[in-house]
C-alpha cells in the first residue's frame, strides 16, 4: 500500500486567487492521478501526472486552469488557478501502487467565496 | 466510452440487514473493476475489486462478483453495522490506469 498526504486537508479562498494543493507519497511512484469530486458528485479526472513529462488533461481541464506539476516520483502539485465558486470542490490526489490499485490521499477541500 | 452505473441512494437500512448496492459498467475490453468506500471526512479505501470475468472479491463481509454477461459488479453484505455507514463507489480501470467512477451511493445504518 501506499500513504498519501495531501495539504492543505481544506481552505477557503476569495475569488481571483489562486491556490496549491500538495501531495506527498511515502514511496516512488511513476503514475500520479488528480480528481475532483464536486458537492454531492462522483469523482472526475482532472489529469495524469508522471514523472518528467507534462500533465495529461482530460476533456473539460485545461492547464491553465489546473497546472501541475510533477518534480520527482513522491510529490505533485495542482494548482486551481483564479479561482471562482464554481471551483468549490474535494480535490484528491491518488496513486497506482502495487497489483495497480489505487491509493487515495484524504482530499483537499476547497471553499470559494 | 467508459461508464459506471450506480443505483441512487440513500439506501436505508436496519442493523443486521442484508445488503445490495447495484453496479453496471459499459466499456471496451476485459476491465478491472473496484468497490471503494468513503467514510464521513475521510479520503476514499478500496473495499475488493476483481480482475477478471467471475472473479469474487470480499473484504470486511462485503462481496461482489465480476459477471461478465451482465456486465454487473453488485457489492453485497450479510448483516450490515452501524460503522458500515458510508458512501460506496463503484469504478473501473480499462487499462489506461485511471479510474472511471459511478455516481456513489450513501448508506445509512440505523441501530
Known amino acids: 500500500s501506499a500513504v498519501i498526504s495531501q495539504k492543505p486537508s481544506r481552505d477557503i479562498c476569495q475569488r481571483g486567487t489562486s491556490l496549491t494543493i500538495q501531495c506527498q507519497v511515502d514511496?516512488?511512484?511513476?503514475?500520479m492521478f488528480w480528481y475532483r469530486q464536486q458537492p454531492g458528485q462522483s469523482l472526475t479526472l482532472i489529469a495524469t501526472?508522471?514523472?518528467?513529462?507534462?500533465?495529461?488533461?482530460e476533456s473539460g481541464f485545461v492547464i491553465d486552469k489546473f497546472p501541475i506539476s510533477r518534480p520527482n516520483l513522491t510529490f505533485s502539485t495542482l494548482t486551481v488557478s483564479n479561482m471562482s465558486p464554481e471551483d468549490s470542490s474535494i480535490y484528491l490526489c491518488?496513486?497506482?501502487?502495487?497489483?495497480?490499485?489505487?491509493?487515495f490521499g484524504a482530499g483537499t477541500r476547497l471553499s470559494v467565496l | 466510452g467508459d461508464s459506471v452505473t450506480q443505483m441512487e441512494g440513500p439506501v436505508t437500512l436496519s442493523e443486521e440487514a442484508f445488503l445490495t448496492i447495484n453496479c453496471t459498467y459499459t466499456a471496451t475490453g476485459y476491465p478491472s473493476l473496484f468497490w471503494y468506500v468513503q467514510y464521513p471526512g475521510e479520503g476514499l479505501q478500496l473495499l475488493l475489486k476483481?480482475?477478471?470475468?467471475?472473479d469474487k472479491g470480499s473484504n470486511k463481509g462485503f462481496e461482489a462478483t465480476y459477471r461478465k454477461e451482465t456486465t454487473s459488479f453488485h457489492l453485497e453484505k450479510g448483516s450490515v453495522q452501524v460503522s458500515d455507514s458510508a458512501v460506496y463507489f463503484c469504478?473501473?480501470?480499462?487499462?489506461?490506469?485511471?479510474?472511471?467512477f459511478g455516481s456513489g451511493t450513501r448508506l445509512q445504518v440505523q441501530p
Open positions: 476483481a480482475t477478471k470475468a467471475d
Open positions: 514511496s516512488q511512484v511513476t503514475m
Open positions: 501526472a508522471n514523472q518528467g513529462s507534462e500533465a495529461t488533461y
Open positions: 491518488s496513486v497506482e501502487g502495487t497489483g495497480n490499485i489505487q491509493y
Open positions: 469504478a473501473l480501470d480499462t487499462g489506461r490506469r485511471a479510474l472511471t
